[in-house]
């Protein structure tokens, strides 16, 4: 049974449309649209969550943590959004953002195994060999954090991921460690720079 919402006309103005099609990083009104479909899917979930008394949050901590689970599955497309865009979506500071996709990652661990793996796996795929080390960019602490992780428990005896000289968010990884990640999240040969 597929179940089509309408929304009417009235309840964006311009001005908000132009704010959300910034927000969402969209240009067309098709692309648009798309963003307040998974947003809708998002909200209805948890509503759906809500009424049928499935794990009912009651904190705000545990709403905003409900919230973002919910958009993880329905609007970021199967990755884990970066500290700047649940920010801008929650009206956070970056902290208090990584924090919230931190307990997010912990409460739904499970739920959510698809989505970090794929993320991950993205982060280490772009990678590129410069010299003898890779670089990669890294938009979330929360990327580098987990990567870090999967190091330390995988490979305790190689070098952990760190920040290359001069960047804001630049890192390396040493060729030992990019072959763990690379094994570990089953891609082929790293991009020559």
Request: aromatic share 8%.
């Amino acid at each position: 049974m597929a179940i089509q919402v309408e929304l009417s006309d009235d309840i964006f103005t311009q001005d908000e449309v132009g704010k959300l099609k910034k927000l969402f990083g969209t240009e067309t009104d098709e692309s648009f649209i798309d963003a307040i479909n998974a947003i809708t899917a998002a909200a209805i979930t948890e509503y759906k969550e809500m009424l049928l008394g499935k794990g009912l949050a009651t904190r705000a901590d545990e709403i905003k943590q409900h919230r973002l689970f919910h958009l993880v599955k329905h609007y970021f497309q199967g990755r884990i959004p970066t500290e700047s865009e649940v920010s801008l979506m929650f009206q956070l500071t970056e902290s208090e953002s990584r924090a919230l996709i931190r307990n997010v990652r912990t409460k739904f661990r499970y739920q959510l195994e698809e989505e970090v793996f794929s993320t991950l796996k993205l982060i280490v795929s772009s990678a590129v060999l410069s010299g003898s080390n890779y670089f990669v960019v890294i938009q979330s602490d929360n990327v580098l954090e987990e990567l870090n992780r999967v190091i330390s428990l995988n490979a305790p005896q190689l070098d952990p991921i760190t920040k290359a000289r001069g960047s804001a968010r630049q890192y390396q990884i040493s060729e030992d460690t990019y072959d763990l990640l690379r094994g570990y999240y089953h891609i082929g040969q790293g991009a020559t720079g």
